[in-house]
């Protein structure tokens, strides 16, 4: 990650529309620093050297790269790569050294543009028709890379050129080669920023980095830029890393493709460059792509579904599936009747090995914690009541909590360890895996049949889960999946399944508005409360108190009532709610500073392990909490807590003291990193966790039903 | 008329431009366009193309251009018969095969440019051809005859007392001399600036 982020220096190089590189290079046009060829002009700065354009003495155009960093590893993947021969791959000639030790790479010069000039004239996205020449042309140089062994690693507009309508990738020279052992050797990063796979920031380099990097140069042509953008290397990694690329600007037949192939996981990715471009001329020639559904996450179901129908002939039932009418094959039975027999494979092969049993508690483990939760809901009402009136006490039972919950948490979390360990042994007892697996490929053959023998063009249900490919293709080589653990699907219309609901704009506005009017009631009664039981002790503390936590509960639940029913992924919610954090802390600080308000902490309040962020104190002189105190609580308070769940309307209960408590102890927590006053920071918590899920529209249980248009929950 | 051509009168030159391309620049009023050959004399700009010797040629005449076909030659899709007024834009056709695209980018400088449309080029990879009247101008923006994305200002090639002259906004060196005003450039010579660099070879 380090390496990666010391690749800065061509950042900017490598933008359309940016492309600034200082004009500064080493040798003067007319030089002749290698035997027989004369300089006239620069061509460019790359990462890893000035090129040069040179006449040999007889007239021969050439490119000639001097090789500056990262000497060894550079020249031993152009040693490699001399005598590939291909037309879409620019040729290396040789490898020379000059008088003074230097060394050059003496390179087919190509005259076109590059693919970066090429998307500088379209701000808004290439015209589909060149989009795809470009894509032919580089899927089949880098297919005859990786045919070699080879990984190009620095796939990019700037190294992708069109010359005579012929497409030539250059910088094959920073290609490895790819063996076993040496796959995750290398850790140096190369590659500008934006084109990078997330996966070597681990310094892991298969073939999958390219798929990567054509992906995100197959959205950059399709919308004129690329999906992760930033100001910094930094923060453009952490997207690669962790952010899902918006394929709202895609050309909706196209989205699956780029799914797939901008996938986080190299596993999950289009395994290859081939079956990329296959799926983009698919899709662009309006072939019908099935949908694909990673098959684990189907099988999974499949298997649990089987499993809960003990007494069915699964193999039987499928058998007569198929042998029955071939033509319903087509339709809507078919992905069932496929998964069927899928599922009900792995069925009588998981029956096989009866010597293994699972006890009968261990199946009911999953009640364990409900259970405790259960005893848990009903003690805290009065311990948050007593909390709230009793400071003292308040506080005594916090740390015993904080305390207890550290406990808690690790002997959950060995429990859970202990738990996927031993249903990992019992899966290599039942050997499930192997034939899970040729049910996966079995599968997938037979979805492609299938598709094969209607021919017909209607768009495969969500449901179907097979491979796209051609039909002169073989069906992909089924994939080792180890068998999921299986989790028991939530007993109610719960938050621990994401639901997609369909809630209309008018719905969601009607309805943050009125919880928003609500809020404020809230909070005025929880302030006066507050200030009643004496723990808020003038106006002017309930002031700041009141309003900075009316701020902060508005700012939860308008991004969350946006986000509620849909799948945003949670790191982005975060990272939403550590902004909004940021902002309410701000506001706290400036109520704090416009009411004049000073907190009369004595030194107990302050008991955080650290007084100061960077080089930012957190409590100033007159032992008050600055701006960066506030900033970082809030942001803190914001970002760790799953606050979407406290307002979605089919949460659990309406008001979860569970949920309360979790909240004020995580205040807790944070005011025991950075110094925060103690009291301020639970109550705060507290209450905003209050307000939020009084105010937030609840949905009992059984009404849920009707709001899900259809769907059914187990 | 063609007869004067290919002289090595300085009429015709080269500027590699770092970072940017080699540009042929001719500053003849009239430029000659044709095929390879073999013998001494060959057109103004020789193209690797199936053309005649002279095939065509562009000439300049006060503000405007045209174009004289000796060999069978379109304009815009038409066929020239004799000559033809050139407009910004225009697309020349030369032997089905060779097609050109005339610009003239600046509406307060008479030169103008020749794009390669189809893959043909002279021998060495040029990147355009500019047809010098008075004026050349280097620079990032459209309206320059030499597109030089990067280039933070705009240099001015300049024709005085029959020599070719270069001045700028920006600091200009000459080598090691300081340009101030203008100064003329030969063979030869490198001009150096902040974020830039090009060389000027007469042919």
Known sequence: MMNALAETTDLNHNRPGNGKAPMKFTFAPESKPLDGFTIKRAIQRGAFGEVYYALSDAGKEVALKLVQQNMDVELRGVSQCLNLKHPNLVTIFDLKTDSDGDHWVV????????????????PNGAPIEKTKEWMTGIAAGIAYLHDRGIVHRDLKPANIYCENDLIKIGDVGLSKYISPS??????????????????????????????????????????????????TTGEILMKHLSVKPDLDPIPEALRPVLARALEKDPQQRTSNVPQLEREFHQAVSGQPIPKEI??????????????????????????????GKHASWAKHSKPKCLRDVAGNLKQKVGDIPVNYQTPEWWKNKDNLPRRIGGWLRTAAPFLIVAAIFIPGLFFGLLRAVFVSGIFGALA??????????????????SNKSTVA?????????????????????????????????????????????????????????????PINRQISLRTR???????????????LIITAGLLAAGILTSATAAGVFGLTALIGSWAVMAPTKIWEGTTVDPFVKRLTLLGLGVVVGACGFWLDQVLMFNFVGDQASYQGAFHSFGPHMLVDAARQPTLM?????????????????????????????????????????????????????????????SIVQISSVWIPQDERSKYLGGQTHA | MTDQANQPDGSRSLLWIDGVGTYLVCTGDQVSIGGPTAEQRAADISLLANLS??????????????????????????????????????????????????????????????????????????DGIVLMGDTCLLGPGETNHILCHDWPDAVLLFRRDGQLWCKSRMDLFLGDRHIQDGSPIENGDIITGPELRFRFEAI
Request: hydrophobic share 40%.
């Open chain 1, 294 to 323: 990673p098959a684990a996450a189907f099988v999974s179901r499949d298997v649990n579904q089987a499993a809960k129908q003990p007494g069915t002939d699964g193999w039987r039932k499928g058998k007569s599936c198929f042998k």
């Open chain 2, 53 to 126: 010797r002279i095939h065509a040629t562009i000439c300049r005449r006060g503000d405007g251009y045209f174009i004289e076909a000796h060999s069978p030659t379109k304009v815009s899709g038409r066929d020239v018969i004799e000559r033809t007024d050139l407009n910004d834009g225009y697309e020349i056709g030369l032997s089905d095969t060779v097609r050109l695209r005339f610009r003239l980018p600046s509406v307060l400088s008479a030169s103008a440019r020749l794009e390669f449309l189809s893959v043909h080029r002279p021998g060495l990879s040029v």
């Open chain 1, 412 to 429: 959950y979390g060995t429990f859970r360890i202990a738990q996927s360990g031993v249903n990992y042994i019992a899966s290599l007892f």
């Open chain 1, 107 to 122: 390179m087919e010069y190509v005259a076109g543009r590059s693919l970066d000039q090429h998307l500088r004239d379209y």
């Open chain 1, 182 to 231: 040496r796959r995750s050797a290398h850790t140096q990063s190369v590659g500008t920023v934006y084109y990078m796979a997330p996966e070597i920031a681990h310094g892991r380099y298969g073939r999958e980095v390219d798929v990567y990097s054509l992906a995100i140069m197959l959205y950059e042509m399709l919308t004129g830029h690329v999906p992760f953008e930033g100001e």
């Open chain 1, 437 to 497: 697996a040729n049910a996966n490929g079995f599968l997938n053959a037979a979805g492609n049949a299938g598709a094969v023998a209607t021919g017909h063009n209607e768009t495969a249900t969500p449901e179907l889960a097979s491979k796209p490919s051609n039909v002169d293709v073989p069906p992909p080589t089924p994939k080792v999946v180890p068998p999921p653990v299986v989790r028991p699907v939530s007993r109610t219309v719960g938050l621990s399944t």
């Open chain 1, 629 to 689: 105190a506030y900033v970082l609580f809030f942001g803190c308070l914001f970002f760790l807590r799953s606050w979407w769940r406290h307002t979605d309307s089919f949460r659990m209960r309406r008001l979860r003291v569970s949920s309360l408590a979790l909240t004020a102890l995580l205040g807790y927590v944070i005011s025991q990193v950075w110094s925060f006053p103690v009291e301020w920071a639970m109550t705060w918590a507290i209450t905003v966790s």
């Open chain 1, 509 to 523: 506005v009607t309805e943050l508005s009125g919880s928003m009017v609500l809020a404020v009631f809230c909070t």
